[in-house]
């Protein structure tokens, strides 16, 4: 359709927002600029393609003399297409003459427009995680920052009103600890974490972590506290596990869950609790109806680099976390 920069194509979507639902319908209008010359479109069409796409690390080892060797390591993109669609907008006229002399300057001019989208994932499919559930552990063995193991006469136990939620909604638990032996609790840490496995990567994002209040340093033999924590209403890939590709097969498996951190005693001796929970797009929650009185803001970030938060790190306290609830 073009001969060097002589021709642009622009491609202007009906709204500034790029994600989409799996269900829903792209539209837009397709601008053809003919910068110099008299060209001729024969033909305008999108491809709408579905990529899967993510990173390794591979080891590349390189020999710098006849003696002495060197690795480097460097980035290996991978990219496995899984769907793909053609839709032509301006169809070429059929005719039987065909000019031969203009092949030679006949090119194809392309534009690539990059979008987000997320799978419908209904909580009412999964029924069990709409329950009360309570998770419960006892004579938890703690770990120190040298890996060393000390078991104490501790039980943990959490019990949630559900675990599938949507972005917006407060999820609301109870936390009961019994410490007979009154170890020194300093404080537990609330992380909320997103696991990823795509194809051969996997990494653990963690989306926010806070400190639960009221729970510093304290040595009762039984602790019990009723905290609510706010998921952020803004664009969060939902739990979701897919299997495909075209010519290569990729899994793709998204989950979440919930990590609490107690730290005790002065050794900085720490014990991780993992609960998994899911993360749908709908039902909307009635967000009017959800009590909002001291609850926990957990904030999302996308900019966040996918490693662990490094348990020597304070999080933001409680009360400047407090301050951003809407």
């Avoid at 080892?61 to 899984?82: M, W």
């Avoid at 104490?152 to 917006?168: C, M, Q, R, S």
């Avoid at 972590?209 to 890939?237: A, C, H, M």
């Amino acid at each position: 359709m073009g001969n060097g920069n002589s021709s642009a194509i622009t491609i202007n979507l009906d709204r500034n927002n790029l994600l989409y639902f799996s269900d829903e319908t792209v539209s837009g209008t397709i601008d053809l600029n003919i910068r110099q010359g008299k060209l001729k479109a024969d033909e305008i069409y999108i491809i709408l393609m579905g990529e899967i796409g993510y990173t390794t690390m591979p080891v590349f080892s390189h020999s710098n003399s006849g003696f002495l060797a060197r690795s480097s390591v460097k980035p290996k993109y991978h990219h496995i297409p899984f769907y793909s669609a053609k839709v032509i907008i301006v169809r070429p006229v059929r005719q039987k003459k065909l000019i031969f002399d203009k092949l030679w300057y006949e090119t194809i001019t392309k534009v690539t427009k990059y979008l987000t989208i997320y799978p419908r994932v209904n909580l009412l499919q999964y029924p069990q995680y709409l329950l009360p559930t309570t998770f419960e552990k006892q004579n938890i063995t703690f770990r120190t920052i040298m890996r060393i193991q000390y078991q104490k006469d501790i039980t943990f136990k959490a019990t949630f009103n559900k675990l599938g939620y949507v972005p917006g909604e407060i999820i609301q638990f109870i936390l009961e600890m019994e410490n007979p032996r009154r170890v020194l609790i300093k404080r537990i840490d609330l992380s909320m974490v997103q696991t990823c496995e795509i194809g051969r990567a996997a990494y653990s994002l963690p989306i926010s972590r806070t400190i639960l209040p009221k729970i510093r340093n304290l040595k009762g033999q039984q602790i019990r506290q009723k905290f609510s924590i706010e998921i952020p209403l803004v664009p969060i890939p939902p739990s979701y596990q897919f299997r495909g590709g075209i010519r290569k097969i990729a899994v793709v498996n998204i989950c979440y869950m919930f990590q609490f951190t107690v730290k005790v005693e002065e050794r900085c001796i720490c014990y991780d609790v993992h609960i998994p929970i899911i993360l749908g797009t709908e039902p909307n929650p009635d967000l009017s109806q959800q009590p909002t009185s001291n609850s926990i803001s957990i904030s999302y970030s996308s900019d966040i680099e996918p490693t662990m938060f490094s348990a020597d790190d304070p999080p933001p306290s409680y009360d400047s976390v407090v301050q951003n609830i809407r």
